[in-house]
């Protein structure tokens, strides 16, 4: 099976309703992914997972063979805390704080093989790659 993977859109800053930005009028950027992760063979997501667990990490439910290239996190609550640690096949695991929506791309010598959250919140996740 072959599954497309997108995201698309735009980062963009501008001045606020009130004009009071000190920049240059803002920027905006393209939002994708590299395009060998533009499409997969296999994907783990779960809407509405709810993690309440401040003491120790809560391993998110992945197939055993895969071999994640593109993690996508987005919190439901207003002020999601926690960290998420991502463990990498060849480099290890390492820890990030979330305050937000998180889009991680890996390397295909390099894919993520696992990812737990610590904390308390209900959030939408995917990783998408390939069978290992």
């Not at 072959?2 to 009028?25: E, H």
């Not at 401040?54 to 197939?63: C, G, K, M, N, Q």
């Not at 704080?97 to 209900?122: C, K, M, N």
Request: with cysteine.
């Amino acid at each position: 099976m072959s599954l497309a993977v997108q995201l698309q859109g735009t980062f963009s800053i501008r001045p606020g309703a009130d004009n009071s930005s000190k920049g240059d009028g803002g920027c905006q950027f393209g939002v994708h992914l590299q395009t060998t992760h533009a499409s997969a063979t296999i994907e783990n997501s779960q809407q509405q997972a709810f993690i309440d667990s401040t003491v120790s990490f809560v391993a998110l439910p992945i197939s055993s063979d895969m071999q994640g290239l593109v993690f996508f996190f987005s919190p439901n609550d207003s002020t999601p805390l926690g960290s998420i640690r991502v463990t990498y096949s060849t480099s290890g695991a390492v820890t990030l704080p979330v305050r937000g929506a998180v889009v991680l791309e890996a390397d295909t010598t390099d894919h993520i093989s696992g990812v737990e959250f610590q904390g308390s919140a209900t959030f939408d996740w995917a990783l998408t790659g390939t069978r290992g």
